[in-house]
């Protein structure tokens, strides 16, 4: 079993979230409204998000959301990889030297 280094599987679920959530603040920001809640609400079964959407959010909250979501992120991805390594046997690193 290898060892998952923890700050790397942490900051790469932490980019990729907030990728994804830049992703979705520039589809609201482009898309008529009608188009964006229907792609938002398809991605969840149908839940409705009109009544609690909001349109005319700030680019400091869009900011804080992002630096949030990549926070949490990289806390899940670190947690993932701990569990992980804590669940097989303790195996030195492989030299690339040879044993």
């Known amino acids: 079993m290898r060892i998952i280094d923890p700050r790397r599987l ?7 979230l ?3 959530y830049l992703g979705c603040a520039f589809m609201m920001a482009v ?3 009608d188009v964006a809640l229907h792609f938002a609400n398809s991605l969840v079964h149908g839940i409705d998000f009109a009544p609690i959407v909001t349109w005319d959010k700030p680019g400091t909250q ?3 959301g992002v630096f949030c979501v990549f926070v949490f992120g990289w806390l899940v991805g670190a947690t993932i990889a701990a569990f992980y390594n804590l669940t097989g046997p303790r195996r030195p690193p492989h030299s ?3 044993p």
């Open 18 to 20: 907030a990728a994804l």
């Open 96 to 98: 690339p030297l040879g």
């Open 62 to 64: 869009t900011v804080m």
């Open 31 to 33: 898309l008529p409204r």
């Open 10 to 16: 942490g900051f790469a679920l932490g980019a990729t």
